[in-house]
């Protein structure tokens, strides 16, 4: 970080330096004549030009923040103005200096010709009021630029965190549901609840440590997935069909860890029945960016004595897409003929 401020320090340096390199020899740039005047130059542009970097930089690095930005307006003018006021003077006394070394070098030939003094005490003061207000210009708008920055950072440090927390909320209502599962199959199949025990392990151990950053690879969340529903087909009979089409995707796939699977709880919660055949469908598709899940099973609504679950899991779902894919992402639910459908689409960076 230390080596990316001290580049981005030296390029605003050379950009500086070049503009004033710019600004210098802008004369010769726009002279049709193959003869330069030098002592011309000399008065009306790098004289000049020297009064405005010093009146610049002053106003950037000093007067604008500490004096300005802290509402002395009224130090802020005076410094201003004697500042202009002591330019103006040198800068009128170093031309009739010069005027008067040219005449004492040119005796035989043309002389210059005097001008209103005044005419360029006027035009000196009004110049000098450019750089003070380019220089203002320039700091309120990195001031407003640095604003902006800090509130992104802010704002993501703020999902970051509300993220964080609603993974927190999700693992003990998973663990709650893996555990359920385990304990019907503890009486029924012992060597089976031992394998499911460790199944759960892997399961868990991806949960605390490979969802800690902020996304995860799909095809570890896939895997994830396919070992999820293999959980959950344990805690239902013979009457209930399961299919899970997951394709096999390449590693540049990235996604927001565990977003899929509150569909996969509600799918299991809704759509199995202990008296009726019982079908579930989830498909996955991978187009470009955009990254589809959908969910089709019966519709076995639960009814207001039935406590197996309290929705945290699809509260949950909601705001995260809110927070990881604010503007990108599509989420329905429908129910037709029975069956409750579920599409949900995000479209990764």
Same mark, same amino acid.
């Given at each position: 970080m230390l080596a990316n401020s001290k580049n981005k320090t030296s390029f605003r340096v050379s950009i500086h330096a070049l503009i004033w390199l710019v600004l210098l020899l802008f004369p010769y740039f726009l002279s049709s004549n193959d003869t330069i005047d030098l002592v011309r130059q000399i008065k009306f542009t790098w004289i000049p030009m020297c009064f405005y970097a010093v009146l610049f930089y002053l106003n950037y690095l000093v007067l604008i923040d500490k004096v300005l930005f802290k509402q002395k307006y009224f130090h802020f003018i005076s410094v201003n103005l004697i500042l202009i006021l002591i330019f103006t003077w040198i800068?009128?006394?170093?031309?009739?200096?010069l005027?008067?070394?040219?005449?004492?070098?040119?005796?035989?030939?043309?002389?210059? %010709?005097?001008?209103?003094?005044s005419?360029?005490?006027?035009?000196?003061?009004?110049s000098m009021l450019i750089p003070i207000i380019i220089s203002f210009?320039?700091?309120t708008t990195e001031k407003w630029a640095k604003a902006e920055s800090e509130k992104k950072e802010n704002e993501k440090e703020v999902l970051k965190s509300e993220l964080q927390h609603l993974k927190y909320q999700l693992q003990p209502h998973f663990f709650f549901n893996s555990l359920n599962t385990i304990y019907a199959l503890i009486e029924r199949s012992p060597v089976l609840a031992?394998? %499911?025990?460790?199944?759960?392990?892997?399961?868990?151990?991806y949960l605390l440590y490979d969802t800690e950053v902020g996304k995860a690879k799909l095809r570890d969340e896939i895997e994830f997935m396919k070992q999820y529903i293999n959980l959950m087909k344990l805690r239902t009979s013979d009457k209930t069909i399961v299919q899970a089409n997951f394709p096999v995707v390449s590693e540049q796939y990235f996604i927001t860890p565990l977003l899929f699977i509150s569909l996969i709880e509600n799918a299991f919660k809704h759509g199995v029945s202990s008296t009726q055949n019982s079908e579930i469908l989830f498909n996955l598709l991978v187009e470009g960016k955009k990254i589809s899940f959908f969910a089709e099973n019966k519709n076995f609504?639960?009814?207001?004595?039935?406590k197996s679950g309290s929705g945290i899991?699809?509260?949950?779902?909601?705001?995260?897409?809110?927070?990881?894919?604010?503007?990108?992402? %599509?989420f329905k639910t429908t129910v037709e003929n029975g069956l409750f459908k579920v599409m949900l689409e995000v479209y990764t960076d």
């Open positions: 800068h009128v006394e170093l031309k009739d200096l005027n008067l070394m040219y005449d004492m070098k040119n005796v035989v030939g043309p002389k210059f %010709t005097p001008q209103p003094t005419l360029f005490v006027y035009k000196d003061i009004i210009a320039v700091k031992q394998e %499911t025990v460790h199944d759960l392990s892997k399961l868990m151990r609504p639960k009814n207001d004595n039935d899991g699809m509260n949950n779902l909601k705001k995260q897409l809110d927070i990881s894919y604010p503007g990108k992402h %599509t």
